[in-house]
């Protein structure tokens, strides 16, 4: 017991985090918006903690069965913790772009800041880094295809007919999916796989093989449980300490993408400097396919069922930037090779969205 409460103690700090969160709530809100905002950015970093065991439980799932199942098992409890903390923001009258900002930052994040830091670290310490491009292809289509159907012809659909579309929506996002889940675990699972010579250090292994597999997923699942408490409270205090900023409501789905996106930033980085650029590309990529046809059903059915406003059709400028991201990604990623070049094109795009983002764009 007391091995389990020792290596799991950034989950209990969370928690901690959480309780006194929780009782100092009417005393941080009473106190202005600097309190407020200084308690949400600490139970953001609780939030980060938490999501960080998630992921490394999920790394030891992912372990034990192999890719491409061990990347789907970390991008699919990534986009959980998402969810969660969308639902119960939009449970507090948020934004009605909230969603929509949050998939658009998380895209943004996944494939320009994620793939392009690590393509760009691991390329100045080992060039040249190969994976499977079939992988990066099969992602790129899906990507492309969904974000297309769920943020860009929106734009066009009247607003009488808006819950007609989004109903179909749902239907296609759900269904994309289920294929996609099909092909990427039987017939076309060699898409999303790389051979590594057998002499790789057995230092570039996943972490913690050993350790028993009822645990991770309870411990997983106690985590998510936490991540919800602390999202419930996080999202009063955010919302209280930028009323009246003039901050731009871009900011919080900024905040949501980041917290989600936490882990798989450490995994990505990790894989890179031991030239597993495979992982790296189902990291990035799986998470910004899983984001997009995963989120967008669940939170268009939340606004279904509870009739908010909810508007999922880009800006104009979020258009272009997303273009332009799925163009290079698409030219980049065509080799089956990757590059210090290819990350720092990436990484500039990555600086963009967030010079627009400063500028309310």
Do not use: C
């Not at 929506?169 to 294929?179: E, G, K, N, P």
């Not at 050993?210 to 449980?225: A, K, T, W």
């Not at 030219?331 to 090779?337: A, M, Q, T, V």
């Amino acid at each position: 017991m007391y091995s389990i409460l020792k290596s799991e103690f950034l989950l209990l700090a969370a928690l901690l985090a959480g309780v006194l969160g929780f009782l100092g709530e009417h005393s941080l809100l009473g106190g202005g918006r600097l309190l407020a905002l200084g308690g949400a950015a600490v139970l953001v970093g609780a939030i980060v903690l938490a999501s960080m065991r998630v992921a490394h439980h999920a790394e030891v799932l992912a372990a034990k069965v192999g890719d491409p199942y061990g990347t789907m098992i970390l991008t699919l409890s990534a986009v959980l913790v998402e969810v969660i903390i969308l639902a119960i923001l939009m449970s507090k009258e948020a934004s009605p772009t909230l969603v929509r900002d949050t998939i658009y930052s998380a895209v943004m994040l996944d494939i320009n800041g994620i793939l392009g830091l690590a393509a760009l670290l691991g390329g100045i310490k080992h060039g040249e880094q190969p994976y499977n491009d079939d992988s990066s292809r099969t992602y790129s289509v899906m990507i492309l295809t969904a974000m297309g159907i769920s943020m860009v012809v929106p734009e066009f659909i009247p607003q009488a007919k808006w819950h007609f579309y989004s109903g179909f929506t749902i239907i296609a996002m759900v269904t994309l999916y289920a294929v996609f889940l099909r092909m990427q675990v039987g017939a076309h699972s060699y898409f999303f796989s790389y051979s590594y010579p057998k002499t790789r250090p057995k230092t570039d292994e996943a972490p913690a093989r050993d350790e028993p597999v009822l645990g991770s997923i309870l411990i997983l699942v106690v985590g998510v449980v936490i991540i919800g408490a602390l999202a419930e409270i996080m999202s009063v205090l955010l919302t209280a300490g930028l009323k009246g900023t003039g901050a731009p409501p871009i900011v919080a789905a900024i905040v949501v993408a980041t917290i989600s996106a936490s882990p798989e930033i450490m995994t990505a980085l990790r894989a890179a400097l031991a030239n597993r650029m495979q992982a790296v590309v189902n990291i990035a990529l799986g998470a910004s396919l899983s984001t997009v046809i995963l989120t967008v059903p669940v939170m268009e059915a939340i606004a279904l069922y509870t009739g908010q406003p909810f508007v999922m059709a880009m800006t104009p400028v979020q258009t272009v930037m997303m273009a332009i991201t799925l163009i290079v990604a698409a030219i980049n990623l065509n080799d089956g090779e990757t590059n210090a070049i290819e990350g720092m094109t990436h990484f500039v795009l990555f600086a963009t969205f967030i010079m627009l983002s400063a500028l309310g764009l």
